[in-house]
């Protein structure tokens, strides 16, 4: 079965990085990546972005990766106020072919989706047909705000911005009630099933110890029925490659895997793979 990842990260070659890759049994390194998608039938990659607006800092190998640019931090004018050229530099990132989408971080900017800096954003996501993946539920510090990235947020844009394709990061675990309600309402809103996990799991004792959170995972995905609308990420790295695909197997049934696993992201993010 083919793969595709939906959500991960390429980090600069710093020890921190490599520590955490190390941590859950990898290497910071795309050479690294590339063995492995190979021995795990993983044949592209949605990288998120977490560089700054420069093009020039975003080239992947073709082969293996596109990406969404990302407005974190990159985002404000010294975290009061967008960069006045903000919409004409995402713009010189979707007229790539390289760039599949855009990438929101509301909960870390502390901004609602619904604020008029991000119009121009889901005009030109819409006007090249690429998605707008938004960050929703926990988040990796405690500085951050998670009323900004609850699903119900990005309910709102998506009602008022039909034209705008959105994909809700995370399945905004663990708001799991609220982000199936999102998906189910709204047919311009798709998912990702990436970090849900982090770290080495064992997984037979995690399906045994988190019987009741996979329980609520499975429930709400199988209650809205939307697997055309389901993709499969890992957040890497933060997890290993092989524990999450076991683990998305063990949470999804078997007959969705060819969708969840690689169709959708192909068709979402316009791959053409």
Not at 33 to 51: A, P, S
Not at 89 to 104: Q, S, W
């Amino acid at each position: 079965m083919k793969i595709i990842d939906a959500h991960l990260h390429i980090f600069p070659q710093e020890d921190w990085a490599e520590q955490t890759a190390a941590g859950v049994g990898h290497h910071n390194s795309l050479d690294h990546l590339r063995q492995v998608y190979g021995e795990l039938d993983m044949v592209h990659g949605v990288v998120m972005g977490n560089r700054s607006l420069e093009v020039g800092d975003h080239h992947y190998p073709a082969d293996l990766f596109h990406y969404c640019v990302g407005l974190d931090s990159f985002l404000l004018e010294g975290g009061r106020k967008a960069i006045p050229d903000l919409a004409d530099r995402v713009e010189e990132h979707l007229k790539r072919d390289a760039c599949c989408g855009v990438k929101l971080y509301p909960g870390y900017n502390k901004i609602w989706l619904s604020d008029p800096m991000y119009t121009p954003i889901y005009d030109l996501a819409a006007r090249y047909d690429k998605p707008v993946a938004v960050h929703m539920g926990l988040t990796a510090n405690r500085r951050a705000h998670l009323k900004y990235c609850h699903p119900l947020a990005l309910d709102e844009v998506a009602a008022d911005h039909k034209k705008t394709r959105f994909v809700m990061c995370h399945f905004g675990n663990p708001f799991l009630e609220s982000a199936a309600a999102v998906v189910e309402k709204n047919p311009n809103v798709a998912t990702d099933l990436s970090g849900l996990l982090e770290g080495r799991v064992d997984l037979e004792r995690y399906f045994r110890e988190q019987a009741g959170y996979v329980s609520l995972l499975r429930t709400w995905l199988t209650a809205i029925c939307q697997w055309d609308d389901v993709m499969y990420g890992t957040d890497w790295p933060i997890v290993n490659l092989g524990e999450y695909i076991r683990f998305i197997q063990g949470v999804v049934p078997e007959e969705h895997w060819e969708k969840v696993f690689f169709q959708n992201a192909n068709r979402i993010y316009g791959l053409g793979l």
